[in-house]
DNA sequence: ACAAGGATCCTCT
DNA sequence: GAGGATCCTTGTT
C-alpha cells in the first residue's frame, strides 16, 4: 500500500482544481514512472468535451466513479490518457498532455524511439504503454496506471492558458483557461505545443 | 454497410 | 510550417 496513493476522494473534486493538483503529481506502471507536467480538464457542458454529444462506449467511463482512466484512440495512432474526475454521474476528465520520466528511462526509449521527450498526449500514453483496453479501469496497483502524490508545484511555476487542439468547439470554451503548465526547472522548460500560450498563474510578488 | 472526422506526431522543407 | 500517417468511433443510409 501507498500512503501517497491518489484515489476517487482526490479525483471527485472540481475537474479544475483536480488538473491543477496533478502538477508534479505521478504516473506509474510498471517499471515507468512520469511526473505529471501539463494538464488539461473537459467537463459537462463543454463542446471540446468528448461527453458533450452524450454517452457513447467509448465515453462511458466519464461517468463512471472518480479515479479510473479514460483512455482513448487519437487521429487513429495515439492513446491519449485521462483521468476521470468529479462524482459518478457527472461526466468529466483531466487529459494528461505532457510529463517528464523519472524512472524506467529504458523502457520509456523503448517505447519512444529512443526519445525521452513527452510533451505531447500521445508521447505520454505510448511511454506508459497504455492502450485503448486499458479505458475504464480504476487507477491503482492492480491497474495499469497509479497515480501517486509527487512534489508541490509552486503557482509561481505554473502557466494557465487555452487548450490545445480543441478548434471544434465553441469560440467560448476554446478561450477558457483550462490548460495547466508546469514550466519549473524540473517541469517543462518552456517545450511543448503550450509553450508560448497562457501566462502565469501567480505574478511575481513586487519587490519588498 | 459507409463515410467523415478527430483533445497528434514525425519528417521533411 | 506543412503534410501524411493511420484507424477507431460515430452517425447516417
Not at 462506449?57 to 491519449?80: K, Q, T
Not at 485521462?82 to 505532457?98: D, F, I, K, M, Q
Not at 510529463?99 to 529504458?106: I, K, N, T, W
Request: proline share 9%; net charge positive; aromatic share 6%.
Amino acid at each position: 500500500m501507498d500512503s501517497t496513493a491518489l484515489g476517487p476522494a482526490f479525483f471527485a473534486a472540481d475537474t479544475r482544481q483536480v488538473a491543477r493538483a496533478l502538477l508534479g503529481a505521478e504516473l506509474v506502471a510498471g517499471p515507468v514512472v512520469l511526473r505529471v507536467a501539463e494538464t488539461e480538464a473537459y467537463r459537462a457542458g463543454d463542446t471540446a468535451c468528448h461527453a458533450h454529444r452524450g454517452w457513447t462506449p467509448r465515453n462511458a467511463p466519464m461517468w463512471g466513479p472518480p479515479g479510473v482512466a479514460y483512455v482513448y484512440l487519437c487521429y487513429g495512432l495515439h492513446v491519449l490518457l485521462n483521468l476521470v474526475s468529479e462524482p459518478e454521474g457527472t461526466p468529466a476528465c483531466v487529459l494528461v498532455r505532457a510529463a517528464v520520466p523519472v524512472a524506467g528511462l529504458e523502457t520509456v526509449r523503448a517505447r519512444r524511439g529512443g526519445r525521452l521527450d513527452l510533451d505531447g498526449p500521445g508521447k505520454v500514453g505510448a511511454a506508459l504503454g497504455l492502450r485503448v483496453a486499458d479505458s475504464g479501469a480504476a487507477l491503482g496497483g492492480a491497474g495499469p496506471v497509479a497515480v501517486r502524490r509527487g512534489r508541490a508545484v509552486p503557482d509561481a511555476e505554473v502557466v494557465v492558458g487555452p487548450r490545445i487542439g480543441i478548434e471544434a468547439a465553441d469560440a467560448a470554451d476554446r478561450a477558457l483557461p483550462w490548460n495547466w503548465r508546469w514550466v519549473g526547472p524540473e517541469g517543462l522548460r518552456g517545450r511543448g505545443k503550450g509553450a508560448l500560450r497562457g501566462k502565469p498563474l501567480v505574478s511575481p510578488v513586487p519587490g519588498r
